[in-house]
């Protein structure tokens, strides 16, 4: 078979791609809201009631995105396999995968896997991929993406911008270590569900926004997060900054606290793999703290995608 499926299935968002092989390209794609968090919820909600098997009810989602996909392609996709990473292989997700250890190979030697044969229900072979773990944090996902964007780079610091960032240390070809940050989810939480929620508006980074994120940033060196961003509301309150201005300061204030770290680090290279819709406000971010780094767009979407050709290879699951 000439293609497989790419699932990334992360807390906050499901994508399913179809994806050239031989190329590694990618030749549509499928995403929505259905993250492991809204679906673990709906599960709790509406799944057990209905007496549906949690496999059955998980493997619906990504057999909704599926059938998006086939039209567009114009043909079926039943029995074409899918290659699974992220929190899908968690306790809130629907098949429970060991997390691997550090240090872990680049090549993806090491990975803990599950395999779920195809069925009449859902008919796909599944290769679910696990996560890593060190004695006091944990990831799942990201690892794949390290996977395949580490052809050329043996040593440095990965950057992955999420709802949990991960800060991963790669030495000698070998995972050694990482951190999480709560960066998007507390950023997520504030505002939205704070008293700052009527202080800020969505933003883009332009030229005046992006001024006032990097005052965001100086400032979480600076100050203490706890009292800084309470002056988001007095910026409001006393029209210092605009309600969308406001966004990109407490922006600036949640990631510059999360990078912050790095002034410390003495990392041989610094690799941003960035979504495009952080990545603005990360490069800015570091440029504002003077960390060098390398960069390059679609970073992240690329690397989920060869580092599921990688590990599907590794275990012989797509040729």
């Known amino acids: 078979m000439d293609y497989f499926l790419s699932c990334d299935w992360g807390t906050t968002f499901l994508r399913v791609r179809l994806v050239d092989i031989k190329q590694k390209k990618v030749l549509l794609e ?21 007496g549906q098997p949690r496999t059955d009810f998980y493997l619906a989602k990504i057999a909704g995105c599926i059938k998006e996909l086939e039209p567009r392609i114009g043909s079926p996709l039943g029995g074409v ?23 872990l190979s680049t090549d993806g030697s090491g990975l803990k896997t599950a395999i779920i044969k195809a069925n009449d229900q859902f008919r796909h072979d599944c290769l679910v991929i ?56 507390f950023f997520e939480l504030l505002s939205r569900s704070s008293i700052l929620k009527n202080s800020v508006k969505a933003s883009t980074p332009d030229d005046s926004n992006l001024q006032v994120f990097k005052k965001g940033v100086q400032d979480a ?13 007095v910026n409001d309150l006393f029209d210092i900054f605009t309600r969308q201005q406001n966004f990109a300061y407490l922006s600036g204030l949640v990631i510059g606290t999360e990078l912050k770290d790095m002034l410390a680090e003495h990392a041989e290279t610094v690799n941003l793999i960035s979504a495009p819709h952080l990545s603005p406000w990360y490069c800015a971010a570091l440029d504002e703290l003077g960390i060098k780094y390398a960069f390059s767009a679609n970073a992240a979407d690329k690397a989920t995608v060869q580092g599921h050709v990688k590990i599907g290879r590794l ?4 040729p």
Not at 35 to 49: A, C, E, H, R, Y
Request: net charge neutral.
């Open 30 to 50: 499928e995403a929505s809201f259905d993250g492991i968090l809204n679906t673990f919820n709906s599960w709790q909600q509406t799944g057990k009631p209905d």
């Open 81 to 103: 396999k899918i290659i699974i990473s992220g929190m899908a292989s968690s306790s809130a997700g629907f098949v429970t995968v060991s997390y691997a250890g550090v240090p």
């Open 130 to 185: 696990s996560g890593v773990k060190t004695n006091d944090d944990i990831m799942r996902g990201e690892e794949t993406q390290l996977i395949g964007c580490t052809d050329r780079v043996k040593n440095g610091l990965f950057i992955f911008p999420g709802t949990h960032s991960k800060h991963i240390r790669v030495r000698d070809d070998q995972i050694t270590g990482f951190k999480t940050y709560m960066t998007g989810e």
């Open 221 to 233: 060196v600076r100050e203490n997060l706890l009292h800084s961003a309470f002056t988001v509301r």
């Open 315 to 318: 275990f012989k699951f797509i």
